[in-house]
């Protein structure tokens, strides 16, 4: 292949550290290793960002034989759809809503994986899990126990917390959010609830790796039970103390890569805080649109009323109504109706 184009910087600095090597895979070895040459059958990047990943396995060999890569992020995937699409390698948008990177609050919060049940030998989830809320968490959790395969893997990584050092926490009370601006910044799950929650799917960690900062992302392998390989549990951290904190999105975040403007980074700023009611808006609109309707029958219902009404007051002025009403009454007190 010619040389493949680096996402311009403007798409870099969306989603971590921008130096170009990042996006190199210099060697051709493969992405990661220890893994055997028929586990790269078929890739699924959620949350690709703008082809970090998809760009350094299109070097190496073998290179995964069907790639699709997805993101929330429109300019980044309509980057990638440009210039890494190729052979076996395709990128959708997953227009889910995002306060900073997709924000019109009318957007679905999830949506399913874009393939088949049990068709995919690797999902990489890089950075993503981190800024998933707990809810989006599960269904996305759903997702990988719906699409690996046997032999799949889930390669990825999460913040994670010991809830135990949390005395005040509810039991539905199971993830921490650094920025109540936007509560997806960075996500960090308490490390019992994750592993119940795999168990619950199927799933058992196989491989961690903690992190090289202390408290900062654990490198995690997920794969189905009952595939011979040994579960593991969270490791120590006992990782020097350091400080590496995400990207805060900047404002027009959502138009790089569409537009031709891009935001200074003087633009960079701290979002209004986002309303409660962003996170209910699809429930009230669905629950505005059954008033409507609910409205609508009691209308109909109300004319129906009207017209018995009328119809009621047209029999009851027709001659020998009376003695008619007198007969009825008879009827009903004799317990036969003549
Ligand atoms: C920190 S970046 C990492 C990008 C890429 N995985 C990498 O390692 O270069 C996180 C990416 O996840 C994407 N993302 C976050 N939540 C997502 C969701 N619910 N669905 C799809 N993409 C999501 C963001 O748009 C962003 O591109």
């Given at each position: 292949?010619?040389?493949?184009?680096?996402?311009?910087?403007?798409?870099?600095?969306?989603?971590g550290?921008?130096d170009?090597?990042?996006?190199?895979?210099?060697?051709?070895?493969?992405?990661?290793?220890?893994?055997?040459?028929e586990?790269w059958r078929s890739?699924?990047?959620?949350?690709?960002?703008?082809?970090?990943?998809?760009r350094?396995?299109?070097q190496?060999?073998?290179?995964?034989?069907r790639?699709?890569?997805?993101?929330?992020?429109?300019?980044?995937?309509?980057?990638?759809?440009?210039?890494?699409?190729?052979?076996?390698?395709?990128?959708?948008h997953?227009d889910?809503?995002?306060?900073?990177?997709?924000?019109?609050?009318?957007?679905?919060?999830?949506?399913?994986?874009?393939?088949a049940?049990?068709t995919?030998?690797?999902?990489?989830a890089?950075?993503v899990f981190?800024?998933?809320?707990?809810?989006q968490?599960?269904?996305?959790?759903?997702?990988v126990?719906?699409?690996?395969?046997?032999?799949?893997?889930?390669?990825?990584?999460?913040f994670v917390?010991?809830?135990?050092?949390?005395?005040?926490?509810?039991?539905?009370?199971?993830t921490?959010?650094?920025?109540?601006t936007?509560?997806?910044?960075?996500?960090?799950f308490?490390?019992?609830?994750?592993?119940?929650?795999?168990?619950?799917?199927?799933?058992?960690?196989?491989?961690?790796?903690?992190?090289?900062?202390?408290?900062y992302?654990?490198?995690?392998?997920?794969?189905r039970?009952?595939?011979?390989r040994?579960a593991v549990d969270?490791?120590?951290?006992?990782a020097?103390?350091g400080?590496?904190?995400?990207p805060?999105?900047?404002?027009?975040?959502?138009?790089?890569?569409?537009?031709?403007?891009?935001?200074?980074?003087?633009?960079?700023h701290?979002?209004?805080?986002?309303?409660?009611?962003?996170?209910?808006?699809?429930?009230?609109?669905?629950?505005?649109?059954?008033v409507?309707?609910?409205e609508?029958?009691v209308?109909?219902?109300?004319?129906?009323?009207?017209k018995l009404?009328?119809?009621?007051?047209?029999?009851?002025?027709?001659p020998?109504a009376?003695?008619?009403?007198?007969?009825?009454?008879?009827?009903?007190?004799?317990?036969?109706?003549?």
């Amino acid at each position: 292949m010619t040389q493949l184009p680096l996402p311009p910087l403007e798409l870099r600095e969306l989603v971590g550290p921008t130096d170009p090597s990042y996006f190199e895979n210099a060697t051709g070895e493969p992405i990661y290793a220890g893994l055997p040459t028929e586990q790269w059958r078929s890739y699924l990047d959620f949350g690709c960002g703008c082809g970090r990943s998809a760009r350094r396995l299109l070097q190496q060999t073998p290179r995964p034989e069907r790639y699709v890569g997805f993101d929330l992020h429109a300019g980044m995937v309509r980057w990638c759809q440009e210039n890494l699409a190729t052979d076996g390698f395709e990128f959708h948008h997953h227009d889910v809503y995002n306060p900073g990177f997709n924000p019109d609050p009318h957007k679905p919060w999830v949506q399913p994986f874009p393939v088949a049940d049990r068709t995919v030998s690797i999902i990489e989830a890089w950075s993503v899990f981190t800024h998933l809320l707990e809810a989006q968490a599960e269904h996305y959790l759903d997702e990988v126990a719906r699409v690996l395969t046997d032999d799949g893997l889930l390669i990825g990584t999460v913040f994670v917390f010991d809830k135990a050092a949390f005395p005040f926490m509810q039991d539905s009370q199971n993830t921490l959010y650094i920025n109540e601006t936007d509560p997806t910044n960075a996500v960090v799950f308490d490390r019992g609830w994750l592993s119940n929650g795999l168990t619950e799917r199927g799933l058992e960690l196989v491989h961690v790796e903690p992190p090289a900062i202390r408290g900062y992302h654990h490198q995690v392998r997920i794969g189905r039970v009952g595939q011979g390989r040994t579960a593991v549990d969270w490791p120590a951290d006992d990782a020097p103390y350091g400080r590496l904190a995400p990207p805060l999105v900047r404002a027009g975040a959502e138009r790089i890569g569409l537009d031709d403007h891009v935001p200074e980074a003087a633009e960079v700023h701290v979002r209004a805080p986002m309303p409660p009611t962003d996170l209910l808006l699809p429930q009230y609109d669905a629950a505005q649109a059954r008033v409507a309707e609910l409205e609508g029958e009691v209308a109909t219902l109300r004319t129906r009323v009207r017209k018995l009404r009328k119809r009621v007051r047209r029999l009851e002025a027709e001659p020998g109504a009376e003695r008619l009403e007198q007969r009825v009454g008879e009827s009903v007190s004799d317990g036969a109706v003549r």
